[in-house]
């Protein structure tokens, strides 16, 4: 029901457009292309695709929904298309591979992206090939993260640079091909994970496999995916792009080991070679044959489908296919669903025994599930079944991301895992940092001549079990979070004149307290984020202001963080990371200060700001509310603080010669950083008078 004011729309595809000799083609529109910023529900390109060798209409939306419950795919629905005013009938929306994809699966969309597409027709590494040079109209062989040398100029005809923000993007392509090709198949394993996400790219030729995925990696190779380059993990992953030639009745009987000995498909060749690898691959199809190939659920799935857009294919003006064509193949993809599953549940390597693993759970100091310490260690048990056992693994890791580490789990009655022998195994997983995220799952290997595998979860290692490490707090507390402003938008500027959200902390000891090496932060996940200053000083009944702009730039008391009015959580931590206080809020009004009272103690309250000062109004060192020019604190030692009742004034301070040491216009108030002043008297000039103050 909305109407968008020029996008650009091409015709796209290749093999669907010069092969199709029907109307219907399929188009690219680009939201954003003519006008910046015009999207569609947050997305910036719409992929029309005309259903061209699909005549259920259906495989695509099918393939890719399967595909989303356990790795990174696209996502799909029907459209119905006019042109011009005119019905074209159904056509399947497609996600574009691009930064929003990205940022939807992984942490952030700042990595490197390939499409694997050749940049030329011809030259590159060797000679021959076929049509199109080197590997043919595909690339198979040079682009299917083949090991092409050292040099990386040889990788840029055969992978299509779609974003980066890297100055060297194609030295970690090269790498991982490198690493893929040419490392030892007994250290594959073990090294390659540290540049290639290996589960993922499992995954990844579990379900082109499975389905029998003609445009892909698996069939063409060096053609219809993506290759993404990760920042957070510094790790490469395949990524799935073109799903609608799959599910195909004629390739039923596609091994699950598909192009194994072709070492132009790397992916296949290599990992399927290494034991331990082939193992989880097929850990890894048994779980998607299982849970999400249920033939009953997958054709109900394709009966609403169907329903949702019989009537439209039926009446549809611009149809590549007839509607008896249309109903036909619908159930031709049902047959394949049921004869697929049929032939690869009784394959020689799938259909084999298996360990069942189940109770898994972690406990610390024997109470299961609760939140460790950040010295304490955490024992996870499993409940491991079905057959002889060759040894249990523990992967684990700290953070949201990146590589596990392993250690084993015993049933000896000597690891947390109750008497010896009873099918309950233990490990450990040692102690990590406040606040950190920690993931692990579980891995049994049967004492079979396969090594067979299981997982659990088994969605492993994209879905894991995990906890949050607790943060200690301090023993003692000899500085406080006091008041905070969260929307300043005319009640204080810092010293470049700024109106930022600002943090109070004060001193309520009789000691002075060296906040070297103490921390606040706005995020659980990230308790360092921002480090104060070395050499900062907090004399007894001292107030100290940092300034939440993301502005460091501005002097060392700027943090790198803001405050949301809307509500979070600031903490303030000790060197050792330990929580020495926490303030919670939500909802702050503008130019209000979140203040403690009593002032340092109590709690908090949003009322008028005391900014540097105390709370209750009582601090000897404010000049009368009731004069124009209030200067604060008098003496002054690192910070003094001048507020005008008659906003935007021009200001000069001047030492007792006369010299003007800071002079500026202040709309309502200002902190300067008077550290490096001169010991003695100076006066602050407005047009309404002047006032002393000392610097000591």
């Known amino acids: 029901g909305e109407t968008y004011d020029s996008v650009f729309v091409r015709i796209k595809g290749q093999t669907s457009d010069f092969m ?20 569609v529900m947050g997305y910036e390109t719409l992929n029309l695709n005309g259903g061209f060798q699909d005549p259920s209409a259906i495989r695509e939306v099918l393939f890719n929904h399967i595909g989303r419950q356990y790795n990174p795919s696209l996502q799909s629905s029907f459209v119905q298309v006019n042109l011009n005013g005119q019905d074209w009938g159904v056509y399947a929306n497609v996600q574009q591979l691009n930064a929003e994809f990205l ?9 490197t992206r390939w499409r694997a597409l050749k940049t030329t027709t011809g030259g ?6 076929g049509p199109g040079g080197p590997g043919g109209p595909f690339g198979t062989g040079f682009s299917t993260l083949n090991y092409l040398g ?3 100029t040889e990788y840029e005809d055969f992978y299509t640079l779609k974003s980066t923000q890297k100055e060297n993007p194609w030295e970690d392509l090269m790498q991982v091909c490198d690493k893929l090709n040419n490392l030892p198949l007994d250290q594959l394993a073990d090294s390659l994970r540290h540049y290639m996400d290996v589960d993922k790219a499992l995954w990844f030729l579990a379900h082109e496999i499975i389905f029998t995925d003609e445009d892909s990696y698996v069939w063409k190779g060096g053609m219809d995916y993506y290759v993404y380059w990760d920042e957070e993990t510094n790790l490469i992953v395949p990524l799935e792009y073109d799903g609608n030639s799959c599910m195909l009745n004629e390739y039923v009987t596609w091994s699950p080991f598909y192009n194994e000995q072709d070492s132009d498909f790397p992916l296949m060749n290599r990992l399927f070679a290494v034991p331990e690898l082939r193992q989880r691959y097929l850990a890894h199809v048994r779980t998607i044959l299982e849970e999400y190939m249920d033939v009953a659920t997958l054709t109900e799935k394709i009966n609403d489908y169907v329903s949702l857009i019989n009537d439209v294919v039926q009446n549809d003006p611009k149809a590549i296919y007839s509607y008896n064509e249309f109903l036909n193949d619908v159930e031709n993809v049902k047959d394949f669903l049921a004869d697929r599953k049929d032939f690869l549940m009784n394959h020689a390597e799938i259909d084999v025994p298996n360990l069942t693993i189940e109770d898994v759970t972690h406990l610390v100091n024997d109470e299961a599930l609760a939140i460790p310490q950040p010295d304490e260690e955490v024992v996870v048990t499993a409940n491991i079944s079905g057959m002889e056992v060759d040894k249990v693994v523990l992967y684990y890791a700290s953070g949201l991301v990146g590589v596990f580490s392993e250690t084993l789990m015993y049933d000896d009655g000597e690891h947390n895992d109750g008497e010896a022998g009873d099918g309950i195994y233990g490990g450990t997983i040692p102690a990590f940092e406040a606040s950190s995220y920690v993931r692990y799952y579980v891995e049994a290997i049967a004492d079979d001549a396969a090594k067979t595998a299981t997982y659990m979860p088994r969605r492993a290692e994209q879905d894991v079990y995990i906890y949050q490490v607790g943060i200690n707090e301090s023993a003692e507390q000899p500085v406080v979070i006091n008041e905070i402003m969260a929307s300043n938008d005319e009640s204080v500027a810092d010293e470049a004149g700024d109106f930022d959200d600002w943090i109070e902390l004060y001193n309520v000891t009789d000691e002075t307290v060296d906040l070297s090496g103490y921390y606040l932060t706005d995020n659980l996940n990230n308790l360092r984020k921002w480090e104060i200053s070395e050499g900062t000083i907090l004399n007894p009944d001292e107030y100290l202001i ?7 730039s501005q002097g060392d008391y700027h943090a790198n963080f803001k405050l949301a009015a809307s509500g979070e959580t600031l903490m303030l931590l000790n060197p050792d ?6 303030v919670d809020f939500e909802n702050l009004e503008s130019d209000k200060g979140f203040a403690r009272i009593p002032n340092g103690t109590g709690d908090f309250v949003l009322q008028d700001a ?6 209750e109004g009582e601090n000897t060192a404010l000049e009368s509310i009731h004069e124009r020019i209030q200067v604060y604190p008098n003496p002054a030692s690192s910070w003094l603080f001048i507020e005008l009742t008659n906003p935007n004034q021009a200001i000069q301070i001047m030492d007792v010669s006369g010299k003007i040491i800071w002079q500026g216009n202040i709309q309502k108030r200002i902190q300067l950083n008077v550290e490096d002043w001169m010991t003695g008297i100076y006066y602050v000039k ?9 610097v000591n």
């Open 124 to 129: 590159g590494p060797g000679g021959g090939g």
């Open 150 to 152: 050292d040099d990386v």
């Open 610 to 615: 005391t900014f540097g000062a105390n709370n």
């Open 577 to 582: 990371i330990e929580r020495v206080d926490q």
């Open 686 to 694: 407005t047009l309404e008078g002047t006032k002393k103050v000392i």
């Open 103 to 111: 940022k939807e699966w992984f942490w952030n969309n700042n990595g």
């Open 20 to 39: 199709n000799n029907s109307e219907k083609k399929s188009f690219n529109v680009t939201i954003d292309s003519l006008i910046d910023g015009q999207d």
């Open 546 to 552: 940092v300034w939440a702009d993301e502005d460091g």
